[in-house]
């Protein structure tokens, strides 16, 4: 079946605009993870969403960051005004069910953003 | 706070030869853990993973590791490194309920012909 997609695969904006990034999750899947991966910050959890529940926003890094899942399904990472240290590739991962740790993420291919 | 340590940014290790990518996990807790696999230009595959069922955990590709509690420790071994092999290594830990990973720094591989 179809995995994680990201769109879109690159994407390049200039300081102070505001950009969208889309995760479509595997299908059933209930628990949806956004990350960043950064030269200088390695791999950092931002938000998680499980099912109809409040999203656990506790690693956006400021309130520029914003993120909203529709439908239980496709997810959007907004960034507001973005800086240059918001370049990075942000990856999308959903798992069939939040609550089992033992659950396996499943990992798009990420969007890199870089900011001019 | 929980934090992994991954103890070389680099290893490079000829074809054939025994691959160990290093782990060290703080934790007051029991936690659970993993290894992805990052080949260029991809997302993250899920190598195996550490759920407390046994501490010797064999995945894909070959790969195992080991949980080693007295040692706070998940390395990862392949007896023989195909160049295929070639990609960074990601150990990540969980502890809650919402299973938010945290990972390490990566450790990119190398196989040399």
């Known amino acids: 079946g179809a995995g994680v997609s990201q769109s879109p695969s690159n994407k390049v904006t200039e300081k102070g605009k505001d950009v969208e990034l889309r995760c479509d999750p595997i299908?059933?899947?209930?628990?949806l993870y956004w990350y960043r991966q950064s030269l200088g910050q390695g791999l950092e959890f931002l938000i998680y969403f499980q099912g109809n529940s409040a999203p656990d926003k506790s690693g956006l890094p400021s309130d520029r960051f914003s993120a909203e899942r529709t439908g239980g399904s496709v997810s959007t990472l907004t960034i507001q005004r973005t800086q240059q240290e918001d370049s990075a590739v942000y990856l999308c991962?959903?798992?069939?069910?939040?609550?089992?740790?033992?659950?396996?993420?499943?990992f798009g291919p990420g969007t890199r953003l870089t900011v001019l | 706070a929980q934090s992994v340590t991954q103890l070389g940014s680099h290893v490079s290790v000829s074809e054939g030869a025994l691959v160990l990518l290093r782990c060290n996990y703080s934790?007051?807790?029991?936690?659970?853990l993993f290894w992805y696999v990052q080949y260029p230009n991809q997302g993250l595959q899920l190598l195996l993973k550490y759920t407390s069922a046994a501490t010797l955990v064999k995945g894909i590709n070959g790969f195992e590791a080991e949980f080693k509690k007295s040692e706070t420790s998940f390395h990862l071994t392949k007896p023989s490194a195909h160049m295929s092999d070639a990609a960074e290594y990601f150990c990540a830990v969980s502890y809650n309920a919402g299973n938010m990973l945290t990972f390490g720094g990566g450790t990119r591989l190398m196989v040399k012909p």
């Open positions: 299908s059933g899947h209930t628990a």
């Open positions: 991962a959903s798992s069939l069910l939040a609550g089992g740790v033992t659950d396996t993420q499943y």
């Open positions: 934790s007051s807790v029991p936690p659970y």
